[in-house]
Nanobody, 116 residues
Framework: QVQLVESGGGSVQPGGSLRLSCAAS????????MGWFRQAPGKQRELVAE???????DYADSVKGRFTISRDNAKNTVTVQMNSLKPEDTAVYYC??????????WGQGTQVTVSS
């Protein structure tokens, strides 16, 4: 069982930056994919970015060039640096992990609000 704890959410003005971090309760060596999803009010949860154990990344088109995901297997963490934030980035952001046995784990979510 892997527990994921997010941190770093908050409120920022358009054009600002935030950095979200996710810490796993145990080694993520057996975790193939780690990523971030988000869910805005009235919308479905969507993939924001993900990274596999060898560092290959994938991003939603809406965040390409603005967000950067990174993973530290030694520290059991995954982070996403979010720059040039827009109001439409407002959502609850969830950390996600998919293990080699295909079990999926979720964090509790952290609110990101982009507003002037």
């Amino acid at each position: 069982q892997v527990q994921l704890v997010e941190s770093g959410g908050g409120s920022v003005q358009p054009g600002g930056s935030l950095r979200l971090s996710c810490a796993a309760s145990s080694s993520i060596v057996a975790i193939n994919i780690m990523g971030w999803f988000r869910q805005a009010p009235g919308k479905q949860r969507e993939l924001v970015a993900e990274v596999n154990r060898v560092g290959s990344t994938d991003y939603a088109d809406s965040v390409k060039g603005r967000f950067t995901i990174s993973r530290d297997n030694a520290k059991n963490t995954v982070t996403v640096q979010m720059n040039s934030l827009k109001p439409e980035d407002t959502a609850v952001y969830y950390c996600n992990a998919v293990a080699d046995d295909n079990k999926t784990y979720w964090g509790q979510g952290t609110q990101v609000t982009v507003s002037s």
